[in-house]
């Protein structure tokens, strides 16, 4: 079973789960939105069974010891020093990093800026940024998609996500997954504070710089009902990957796919982690 601990940090304290042994090859997984550092809770006890040191972290804004008020403290190259803070702090100069969701693009960016760190990197769900913008450019069913975006940039969003016992929200888990992880997402994020913060991620504007191509060994998972994230781009970050890449196609799977499909995605995480 997963343990939970604490990291400090120049930027705060993380809160975080972990499992396995102390001296197991590190492995460092990161969360989306709405969610937590549990929605790995089945990869890292997995992954510690096999004698990873797995963890996951509650990232910037989720963690109530790092909780910054503006939205400029949600940049991009904040989340992945956080990455690195992370790290450092444990004591880990490479390790494999696993990222979904907005997760998945602080990992994408990770690889990107400081290759050297990582061993590996699995991505589930986010396709590489590039590959993202050219969709919105020139895919209407991506900018059909990613409309929300937009609209979770209003100062209202609190209050239409949280109203009617946080309706929204739980609409956007669509019953696919168990109702008391759902619960414990919708406690966390109506503390005062949490929603916003998260939102923060959405309102902290446009990265300065563009990720380019990824050296390290990649694998990308993608799954086909993904209400967010299509095909265009999906498939078109295998141009944006110049290492080792796994493309995995993943059919009749939400958005959710560590918590809807834990089994599937954790032998595919074990494959690739076996691979390098």
Same mark, same amino acid.
């Given at each position: 079973?997963?343990?939970?601990?604490?990291?400090?940090?120049?930027?705060?304290?993380?809160?975080?789960?972990?499992?396995?042994?102390?001296?197991?090859?590190? #492995?460092?997984?990161?969360?989306?939105?709405?969610?937590?550092?549990?929605?790995?809770?089945?990869? !890292?006890?997995?992954?510690?069974?096999?004698?990873?040191?797995?963890?996951? +972290?509650?990232?910037?804004?989720?963690?109530?010891?790092?909780?910054?008020?503006?939205?400029?403290?949600?940049?991009?190259?904040?989340?992945?020093?956080?990455?690195?803070?992370?790290?450092?702090?444990? @004591?880990?100069?490479?390790?494999?990093?696993?990222?979904?969701?907005?997760?998945?693009? #602080?990992?994408?960016?990770?690889?990107?800026?400081? +290759?050297?760190?990582?061993?590996?990197?699995?991505? !589930?769900?986010? /396709?590489?940024?590039?590959?993202? @913008?050219?969709?919105?450019?020139?895919?209407?069913?991506?900018?059909?998609?990613?409309?929300?975006?937009?609209?979770?940039?209003?100062?209202?969003?609190?209050?239409?996500?949280?109203?009617?016992?946080?309706?929204?929200?739980?609409?956007?888990?669509?019953?696919?997954?168990?109702?008391?992880?759902?619960?414990?997402?919708?406690?966390?994020?109506?503390?005062?504070?949490?929603?916003?913060? %998260?939102?923060?991620?959405?309102?902290? @504007?446009?990265?300065?710089?563009?990720?380019?191509?990824?050296?390290? /060994?990649?694998?990308?998972?993608?799954?086909?009902?993904?209400? %967010?994230?299509?095909?265009?781009?999906?498939?078109?970050?295998?141009?944006? #990957?110049?290492?080792?890449?796994?493309?995995?196609? !993943?059919?009749? !799977?939400?958005?959710? #796919?560590?918590?809807?499909?834990?089994?599937?995605?954790?032998?595919?995480?074990?494959?690739?982690?076996?691979?390098?």
């Amino acid at each position: 079973m997963p343990e939970y601990l604490s990291i400090p940090t120049s930027a705060g304290d993380f809160d975080a789960i972990v499992d396995g042994p102390p001296d197991g090859r590190p #492995v460092l997984l990161l969360h989306g939105f709405p969610e937590a550092g549990i929605e790995w809770s089945h990869q !890292v006890a997995a992954l510690g069974a096999r004698g990873f040191r797995a963890l996951a +972290p509650d990232q910037r804004g989720y963690s109530p010891g790092v909780r910054p008020d503006r939205p400029q403290d949600y940049a991009i190259d904040l989340l992945v020093g956080d990455v690195l803070a992370i790290a450092d702090e444990l @004591g880990w100069r490479r390790f494999d990093l696993v990222g979904h969701d907005w997760g998945g693009a #602080v990992a994408w960016w990770t690889a990107d800026a400081h +290759p050297d760190r990582l061993r590996s990197l699995g991505v !589930v769900s986010t /396709p590489h940024p590039a590959a993202l @913008g050219e969709a919105l450019r020139s895919d209407e069913e991506q900018r059909m998609m990613s409309r929300y975006m937009t609209e979770w940039r209003e100062k209202s969003t609190e209050r239409r996500m949280l109203a009617d016992d946080a309706r929204a929200l739980r609409a956007m888990f669509d019953g696919r997954m168990p109702h008391g992880r759902v619960e414990e997402y919708l406690r966390r994020l109506s503390e005062p504070g949490a929603l916003t913060a %998260a939102l923060n991620w959405y309102r902290s @504007g446009k990265p300065g710089t563009r990720a380019g191509r990824i050296t390290v /060994p990649t694998l990308y998972v993608w799954s086909t009902e993904d209400v %967010a994230l299509g095909s265009a781009a999906a498939l078109g970050t295998a141009a944006w #990957v110049e290492g080792p890449y796994r493309f995995e196609m !993943v059919e009749d !799977v939400s958005h959710w #796919v560590p918590e809807e499909a834990p089994e599937l995605l954790t032998g595919l995480l074990l494959e690739h982690l076996d691979a390098h």
